[in-house]
């Protein structure tokens, strides 16, 4: 498996918290991706960015902000929790952008209930 | 509207056999279209990615072909295994955006 950690596993919350997703890599790439899973709608792009400070939205980027202050972490913030948002979040990383000969490589996602 | 459809039902085969899983695209000119495995609460690992000029490609038991006009990308895996029982999802860049647009994925089911 690529070095890509995403920290917590699993976790519930409430309707109307904040909450931060981690992803960390060990890879150097400049590139880092957050997607959602949910059944009938399968992955969908939240946000992604392409280098330190770079950021751009992705299809379903309302309600989501991102951060990415060091090549090796990228955050996933919820700012007010909805129940909307229960869904697996996958945090995918390539070398450079996907399509020059460079696939995604991605975490074993973290499972998010909003309650 | 711009849509990419995979077989939502799943697909059951016997060992031994050939899978054949189904992409089809509307409203994309795709340069690429990549194919990828999903394990039950695991991420989504990459398989094989081609070309929009590459009519075919293999990889060991794995083979993708792209049809542009057709729209259509089939995934084969010939003398199928349980151990290829897992989610395949189909990939594609949405106008050379560096953003990969996935399919709902196709579950294929080996049976010993």
């Known amino acids: 498996d690529a070095g890509i950690t995403q920290s917590p596993r699993h976790k519930v919350t409430e309707t109307g918290t904040p909450v931060t997703l981690r992803c960390h890599q060990t890879?150097?790439?400049?590139?880092m991706y957050w997607y959602r899973q949910d059944p009938g709608h399968g992955l969908r792009l939240i946000h992604y960015?392409?280098?330190?400070?770079?950021?751009d939205k992705g299809e379903v980027s309302d309600g989501y902000s991102v951060s990415r202050s060091k090549t090796e972490d990228f955050l996933l913030t919820l700012e007010s929790a909805t129940s909307s948002q229960t869904s697996v979040y996958f945090c995918?990383?390539?070398?450079?952008?996907?399509?020059?000969?460079?696939?995604?490589?991605f975490g074993n996602g973290t499972r998010l209930t909003v309650t | 509207s711009q849509k990419i459809e995979q077989n939502s039902e799943a697909l059951n085969i016997q060992e031994g056999k050939t899978a054949t899983l189904t992409c089809n695209y509307t409203?994309?000119?795709?340069?690429?279209l990549q194919w990828y495995r999903q394990d039950p609460g695991r991420g989504p690992v990459f398989l094989l990615l081609?070309?929009?000029?590459?009519k075919e490609k293999r990889k060991e038991r794995l083979k993708v072909t792209f049809d542009t006009t057709l729209k259509q990308s089939l995934f084969h895996i010939t003398a199928s295994q349980p151990a290829d029982s897992a989610t395949y999802l189909c990939?594609?860049?949405?106008?050379?955006?560096?953003?990969?647009?996935f399919g709902q994925g196709t579950t294929l089911q080996v049976k010993p």
């Open positions: 995918a990383i390539s070398e450079s952008r996907t399509g020059e000969n460079s696939p995604l490589h």
């Open positions: 890879e150097n790439h400049r590139y």
């Open positions: 960015s392409y280098g330190v400070k770079d950021t």
């Open positions: 409203n994309y000119s795709p340069a690429y």
């Open positions: 081609i070309r929009e000029n590459e």
């Open positions: 990939a594609l860049d949405s106008g050379n955006t560096g953003k990969l647009i």
